[in-house]
């Protein structure tokens, strides 16, 4: 082993020695083994985490642009200012005051992956993100209509449902359809805050 080997890996016991760990689970964290480069780690940690992107206090952040400031009421990015934020198409709505966050993957009607848009289709959801995906639950006529995603269930459980059941962002804000009880909030507010998982 040179002395420059020697050296960096002297170098890299003390720096591991020291507390500093390596490979922790959950985040992407190489150190180099190179010599001369004394143990230091090669990249920062990757952590997937959630980015706020809008909040739905108002209708006017239902449009393709970009609308408001992040600390206001009624806020959303542009969509392809969200795009460029989001990992594995992947969205949460987090409805406040204790009740349960919806999370979403943007998928069409054949589980293929889409891009985010403010125009509705449809997408898997789940209410916990360590539960398994249900859906897509739609319908071709209606897939369209409304805004950010459709989902034609008569529960937040399921099961998809052929006929009613439009739940969907409306005009006027998250709506259940048909005595659902899919959103555990309806309408416009602050509370709503939509992230993207990045």
Known sequence: MSSNAVAGDQIGRKWLGAGNQG???????????????????????????????????????????????????CFKLS??????????????????????????????????PRVFTIKSHVARWRFSETSSWL?????????????LFHIKASSRNGPCQNGNYENAVYSDGFKNRDGSNFFPATGFSSNFKMYVKT
């Open 135 to 147: 859906g897509p639950c739609g319908h071709p006529s209606q897939n369209t209509n409304y805004y």
């Open 23 to 73: 490979c922790r689970r959950g985040k992407t964290f190489v150190r180099s083994g190179r010599p001369g480069t004394g143990g230091v780690p090669d990249l920062a940690p990757k952590v997937s985490g959630w980015v706020h992107v809008a909040t739905f206090g108002c209708s006017s952040v239902l449009t393709s642009a970009a609308y408001g400031t992040p600390g206001s009421s």
């Open 79 to 112: 969509d392809s200012d969200i795009n460029k934020k989001m990992a594995a198409n992947e969205i949460k709505i987090d409805f406040g005051s204790g009740k349960p966050s919806l999370y979403a993957q943007l998928v069409y009607a054949d589980g293929k």
